[in-house]
């Protein structure tokens, strides 16, 4: 991969799954691939699972990690490209992407939507620009419309933990206090129809997600009749995208519990975090066996090294000047 | 050592002061026993001594560090079993804790008390429940009602300016501006206790500590009298137990001034800093050379490096996974 | 170096540079020299590339680093001496220095001036005493008069890009919005000088530097003249030292645009960023092939690592103990 943004940038992906399981198996395997390179770490909004395990990951490969918060740490950023910067924005994107680019060999970027302009969040004019003004691989810590990191290890744990080799899958609206993204769903529903599963998306009227992610998917207005035979359901709330970045108001039924959970083939609960509890998701579906919320996490780690595996490989060649150095050392 | 939040998780405590002394001898003695191990310091308060000294001793036993501000960084925590989380809070401590013990080997977690709940702050509530829940050992970095990694380095610094084999040392209550947590007196006197030192506590009436941790020391009222013969003055503030959390109006007296050392034998002076100089303690008694409070801190390194060895020896045997990859590389 | 607050730290300003360009042809030369070495970076004002390219430096050089955002994860820093530690200041600056001497081989610390009182801040005083408290080797993330890691790292960029050995260079006074220290510039005027470049400076009536660090420049207060047979353009805003911390209303007109650009000899624009697009300097001179501001910031790395190296060497001699634990491991 050059990238990592999309399923998109992934050239194979049983590949990809492949390596993940390798590093799970055996976490250093691969401890000297990321000899002498540096990742950098920045976020523009907040990260606990993201920032934790993508640090671990690269300390999996011998990685050196820089990490900043830039919205709260650096000077604030001025996005808008030929703005005269005579107000509070204090440096242009232009300048600090370059500036990152020449300290990282590999970038990693959280850059969350405005949820008022779908033009401009669909553009993912944060993560175009800092790609083409950094000029290094990019890997994206969840952007403005997909979390490829969060999906590769939530298709990682279905496959994990399927009965069967096709296994259907229930992405399910869930409700919330706030008006969430589209990330995560968007990002879940390109990664499950890559992986060839039988994915459903059930939710309320008027919250169908962007069909160039779901094109493929079985959308399902019912929840209870989506979740007849489902092997996993994956709970997760968005915002709406055709009333774009509207929360729902109540909605409070779509909450998924044990009774509607009995509909199902005894399936697994999912959740990226995040959670909820007793409002997206009911605490007792936590805090039992069916639930993967913390497989998921630690999958986190395993996803992300297979992901900075492949950028160091595709980007860095093996007869490249850093491993001279290796031989040297 | 399975856990490191009191003096009672301690099995062997002259065992843990000589491991502390051999690592100040050699600070890179152990350098390969933290290799491919992974420290979370974890922050809900603020810290500049403890996070440093810690990283520091993280990086002379060759552990991976992720530190990271949860109050601040992160989202915010529900920390209330069974909560409808309809609020301000965004992650519950179940989830939290869970995910961050799928990314650490060791998890080091500062969470100071409420001052106001006497109950909870007792129960140790968030301590409890992270370890419960993130399910690897755990490292107090300052909880609710104790700090141990402090009173480890205090201990060893007074073994170390002893003049006798069992010296007398003075806990002394201070002024201050602000109502502070009873954490270091509390901890300080089990581990002087422990450590078989002669333990004097002299405070103001109704600022008696929790007999739990004082059980065995001389309480005095009198200030002077206690200072008598004293080879160790330890001064430190703390809000009432009995009265919970509130302040002393006044005090000033209690200050440490040289003219009360002058009753001492010839006493060092000890404060766990930060420290509110001419407030708690004399300016003139800081910058003297009786003062012993930069040899504390810097025995903090050597402390917290003697803990985690503990911690992964005990944890982490010799067969892991871990070193059979040591034994590989 | 002793210390790095100034290029008179420097002894031998050749071999700096030459270091530099040797660890940028091989970033990796000196990987062991930092060995066991920690390198404390503590910040009293916000920081993108300083803090970034002195981590990735101490990472080229092997070292460990402890970071830290003073002003906002520790405790309130008391700066005044004497003062009865009553109000809103949790710390003294005599034992917040103590401290972090004790953890780390340098210090390199960040602190801005106050432009309201000059005296104070050419004292240097928050410099001086972390100098005198941390008793260890110092170095200069930007003070509040000078910035000598910029400057090196600008100086070193000029040699490489000069068409001729002795260089014009024109130091020109840009607007802003804010007032701004007068670090920057201070400092890369006497960077240039001890360099032996031509320089020149250009700035309105009233904004003159102070003296002790452009003796031997030409001052020009016409910018069309100075900008004339220019063969590097350095823009740069900064506030009156005359007139103390005092920002310039107007002087929009002092803006480096492509046709003022016009009247030199081809120069390349330099700026130490980060910038004010269209307020300090044109837009599309930043985006052109004359700008050289990323080189700037790529030559930061270098720039620091060569005086980590020289820092590290001038302090820790060979026959160390940290020397003898090398040949051990």
């Not at 169908?208 to 092997?231: F, N, P, S, V, W």
């Not at 997760?236 to 109540?250: C, P, T």
């Not at 998924?256 to 995040?274: E, F, Q, W």
Request: with cysteine; glycine share 4%; charged share 25%.
């Amino acid at each position: 991969m050059k990238h990592f943004t999309t399923v998109n940038d992934v050239y194979d992906l049983d590949n990809l799954l492949d390596d993940a399981l390798l590093l799970k198996a055996d976490p250093f395997a691969f401890k000297s691939i990321g000899f002498n390179r540096t990742l950098g770490l920045f976020f523009l909004n907040p990260s606990l699972r993201t920032r934790l395990s993508t640090q671990k990951a690269a300390q999996l490969l011998g990685m050196s990690v820089l990490a900043m918060n830039l919205d709260k740490e650096g000077w604030a950023i001025e996005f808008e490209d030929g703005a005269v910067m005579n107000g509070g924005k204090t440096e242009h994107i232009r300048e600090a992407a370059a500036v990152l680019g020449e300290y990282c060999d590999v970038i990693g970027l959280r850059c969350f939507p405005t949820l008022t302009d779908r033009k401009e969040d669909y553009s993912e004019s944060i993560l175009v620009r800092f790609m083409r003004y950094a000029n290094v691989p990019l890997l994206s810590l969840e952007s403005a419309t997909l979390h490829p990191l969060q999906s590769l290890a939530d298709l990682l744990t279905i496959r994990e933990h399927s009965p069967v080799r096709r296994p259907k899958v229930v992405l399910s609206w869930a409700p919330h206090v706030k008006a969430l993204p589209q990330a995560v769903p968007n990002s879940f529903a390109e990664w499950m129809l890559r992986g060839d599963i039988d994915l459903t998306i059930t939710h309320p009227e008027g919250f169908e997600l962007c069909e160039d992610y779901t094109r493929g998917a079985t959308i399902e207005y019912d929840q209870e009749k989506a979740l007849k035979d489902a092997d996993f359901v994956y709970v997760k709330n968005w915002s709406s995208y055709h009333d774009y970045g509207k929360k729902k108001e109540g909605g409070d039924e779509w909450m998924l519990t044990p009774a509607r959970l009995g509909r199902t083939n005894s399936a697994k609960v999912m959740h990226c975090l995040p959670v909820r509890r007793d409002v997206e998701l009911s605490a007792k579906l936590l805090d039992s066996p069916a639930s993967l919320v913390r497989a998921q996490a630690a999958n986190r780690v395993f996803a992300a090294a297979a992901v900075l595996k492949q950028l160091l490989e595709h980007n860095y060649s093996a007869v490249s000047k850093n491993e001279k150095q290796l031989e040297k050392a």
